[in-house]
């Protein structure tokens, strides 16, 4: 039976990327050698970290403006720490909108002051701050763009005279946005991009080199820029993949065409938690995720009928986060239209036999 995979992360691939993601753990480029045990320094892999780098910055529209592409390792867990280590002299600001926001806080807080600009705590992050008032003396501005756990997300970023940062592991390449606002961009690849090991960054050169510390070789991006992200033996297979990923979706029309199925998905979702009543939405209307839907049973009693249900139909990690509960769709790329219609088809049919 197909499976629709609504699980958050490490999430659904396109079936043609994995079909020949798995030939090349076989046979890589007809090299009767499989992907994961060629040398990283090979022409072949070598040409796999060229091309991925350059897609990246493609699909974002950011070549030639001073961008540099790489895949780390660490996750965005690591990026916490990096970003700050490598942009925070003095002070920085960040806007808290959920647990990873309050993640990165922890860390930048190891390296200097850190201002929170605004923070939607109070209501356990259901909704995401507006109104805020930047610093003029920050090192730079950290922001997540989409919230996994709360499902919320970010649709208008503030213009600052400081770089701007963001964290967009849940939603990079889903939506068309101007890039080039942002200085520095991470990812981790797990969502839209690929496997779990590999992390994106896309940084703007210029902002680095201004901090006084020393930074460890292995946390500098400057270290990884003039080493083309291979400074240490890269996650060769999360990256491959990756590079399959984003090779699909520019064949698919790039980022504007899948941002037209991903309105429809969300649509179409967030429409059944809306007209029925067996149903109540977690997130601020205006500032619901594209990516993330979180959605609760208005009568807990249904919790076992509801669970038994989707789980016949197919359907498969649809269960909230560990520490909000209820439930979550994660939507992403390759995710499509009709397993979202599935899901909605159990909703109803929950809603007629009741």
Not at 131 to 159: A, M, R
Request: net charge negative.
């Amino acid at each position: 039976m197909k499976k629709h995979n609504f699980s958050a992360g490490p999430c659904i691939l396109p079936q043609e990327v994995m079909q020949k993601a798995s030939e090349a753990i076989l046979d890589f480029n007809g090299l009767g050698l499989s992907l994961i045990e060629i040398s990283h320094r090979s022409k072949d892999f070598v040409e796999v970290m060229d091309t991925v780098r350059s897609l990246a910055l493609e699909l974002l529209g950011l070549e030639g403006k001073g961008y540099e592409a790489l895949f780390l390792h660490g996750g965005a867990s690591l990026e916490f720490l990096m970003v700050a280590y490598n942009l925070l002299e003095n002070k920085a600001g960040y806007l808290n909108t959920g647990t990873w926001s309050d993640k990165a806080i922890k860390e930048a807080k190891l390296f200097g002051e850190v201002v929170e600009v605004g923070s939607s705590k109070d209501k356990n992050f259901n909704y995401i701050p507006k109104g805020y008032v930047v610093p003029k003396d920050l090192d730079y501005l950290h922001l997540t763009s989409n919230n996994t756990i709360f499902g919320t997300q970010i649709k208008e970023f503030p213009k600052t005279d400081c770089p701007l940062v963001c964290d967009m592991s849940s939603d990079i390449f889903s939506r068309q946005l101007d890039f080039s606002q942002f200085d520095l961009i991470y990812a981790g690849a797990q969502k839209n991009m690929g496997p779990a090991g590999t992390t994106l960054v896309v940084v703007k050169e210029d902002i680095l080199g201004r901090v006084s510390r020393q930074i460890p070789s292995m946390m500098d991006y400057k270290v990884h820029i003039a080493k083309d992200s291979m400074f240490n033996t890269p996650t060769v297979f999360s990256v491959y993949v990756s590079m399959l990923t984003l090779q699909w979706l520019k064949d698919l029309g790039g980022i504007a065409a899948i941002e037209e199925i991903n309105e429809k998905k969300a649509n179409l979702l967030y429409s059944e938690i809306e007209l029925n009543p067996l149903f109540t939405g977690f997130a601020k209307k205006e500032d619901r995720s594209l990516m993330n839907a979180t959605f609760n049973l208005a009568d807990e009693s249904l919790t076992e009928v509801f669970d038994t249900m989707w789980k016949e139909a197919g359907i498969n990690g649809l269960n909230g986060h560990r520490s909000v509960g209820g439930y979550r769709a994660s939507m992403y790329n390759a995710l499509s239209l009709e397993s979202v219609g599935i899901l909605v088809d159990v909703m109803s049919d929950l809603e007629r036999k009741g």
